[in-house]
């Protein structure tokens, strides 16, 4: 048995079981954590990809980032997971919010957040915004791999502007 002195050993031990694939003892441990120090913003954010990634409970997931971007706004980590979350569960309000947010957090992936919005007009059907928050993911990036990712949401957002012209119909006299 294990003795824990500091919620900081706790944590660091569940960030230990995480990375050896010991969720159900790391999920132990965050949610004691949790118990004791409901004010351990680092522990709700494991928390909450635990339930998004894991066990698939969105609105649980969804609380845990929703605490810990409140606990400790200038947590960068914290905005990419919990936008992907609000994206994927298409609720507008909670986007336009968290990206303006995560836009204005130091040490943000900032081209992440950008695809992100792209995604979530493009899932919309809003492609003039899908195709604007693609090239500003585009300017953004940095990384080869992620380049390459945007330029492909970029032709495929170009496509869907093109397919949806093809059939607009202009009645004249």
């Known amino acids: 048995m294990n003795t824990y002195y500091t919620v900081e050993e706790k944590y660091l031990q569940a960030i230990d079981k995480l990375g050896f694939g ?42 845990h980032f929703k605490t810990c971007m409140e606990l400790e706004p200038g947590f960068p980590d914290n905005y990419f997971h919990y936008l992907k ?44 915004k899908a195709l604007k928050a693609y090239q500003d993911a585009f300017i953004e990036a940095t990384k080869k791999v992620q380049r390459e990712t945007i330029e492909e949401s970029i032709e495929r957002v170009q496509a869907k502007i093109q397919h949806s012209n093809a059939y607009q119909y202009h009645i004249t006299e």
Not at 86 to 111: P, R, Y
């Open 22 to 63: 010991r969720t159900p003892k790391a999920l132990q441990l965050l949610n004691e954590i949790v118990s004791n120090d409901p004010l351990y913003a680092r522990a709700h954010f494991q928390l909450g990809n635990i339930y998004y990634y894991e066990i698939n409970d969105y609105q649980t997931a969804g609380y």
């Open 85 to 128: 979350l609000v994206v994927f569960l298409n609720m507008e309000k909670q986007v336009h919010a968290i990206a303006q947010q995560a836009l204005n957090t130091a040490g943000v992936n900032t081209a992440s957040i950008y695809d992100l919005l792209g995604l979530f007009y493009e899932k919309n059907k809003n492609w003039t």
